[in-house]
């Protein structure tokens, strides 16, 4: 048990869809993470937050937009997407940005047709 | 960027036998991660190395920080079914970690 959680498990949307994946930490750690990962590829970070501030932005497309409301709490807004974006999308978090020990939750697989 | 080889790329082993598999970067880490992932989960950690030459076990796996702090390896000795997932290996300097793209490992019976 990771203490992470994250909904939907799974999601289908299409190109012009308007979807959010959401994801909560029981942790109270200060740290929250976005990765993307792809087949054959390795995991990507896309987003860093550090207390509820977004510290790291690693190039990724204006078509994610995340949010965190508050410490436990991490959203990823997905809008226009392409087909190209399908991919699990993994959620972490840990005691601080940095802190090696990164807790994951089981993902967010996402297909977009 | 950084950038961390795995090899080998997938494994296919018989149950018993025992695992090899290793981690090399260009670079020089702080700390080296070994993580399993298991198919529908998120990566777990398994084993966290944190000084060069450091050799540390955790149950039938076994990891080391290589001296030149450039590469690390993981053994899992009598492997099991229960064994089978993406085994990452990850590095932490100063940045968040670097992922490598993972070991595939499968367990007959």
């Known amino acids: 048990e990771t203490g992470v959680t994250q909904t939907p498990r799974h999601l289908v949307m299409g190109m012009t869809n308007k979807k959010s994946l959401k994801c909560e930490q029981h942790?109270?750690?200060?740290?929250m993470y976005w990765y993307k990962q792809s087949a054959k590829k390795p995991l990507e970070l896309m987003f860093v937050?550090?207390?509820?501030?977004?510290?790291e932005n690693n190039s990724v497309p204006s078509r994610f937009s995340p949010e965190c409301p508050n410490s436990s709490h991490l959203f990823l807004h997905l809008h226009t997407l392409q087909p190209e974006d399908s991919a699990l999308y993994l959620c972490?978090?840990?005691?601080?940005?940095?802190?090696?020990?990164?807790?994951f939750g089981p993902g967010t697989r996402l297909l977009v047709l | 960027g950084q950038q961390l080889n795995q090899s080998p790329q997938s494994m296919f082993i018989q149950e018993g036998e025992d695992v090899s598999m290793n981690c090399t970067s260009s670079?020089?880490?702080?700390?080296w991660l070994w993580y399993k992932q298991e198919p529908g989960e998120g990566p777990v950690l398994l084993i966290a190395?944190?000084?060069?030459?450091e050799l540390t076990s955790n149950g039938r796996l076994t990891a080391q920080f290589g001296i030149t702090r450039k590469d690390s390896f993981l053994n899992i000795s009598a492997s099991i079914p229960s064994d089978v997932g993406i085994y990452f290996c990850?590095?932490?300097?100063?940045?968040?970690?670097?992922f490598g793209k993972g070991t595939r490992l499968s367990v007959i019976a």
């Open positions: 972490a978090s840990s005691q601080a940005v940095g802190e090696e020990t990164q807790y």
């Open positions: 942790l109270g750690h200060n740290a």
């Open positions: 937050y550090s207390l509820e501030e977004r510290v």
């Open positions: 670079s020089i880490f702080n700390t």
């Open positions: 190395l944190y000084k060069a030459g």
């Open positions: 990850a590095e932490s300097g100063n940045t968040p970690l670097v």
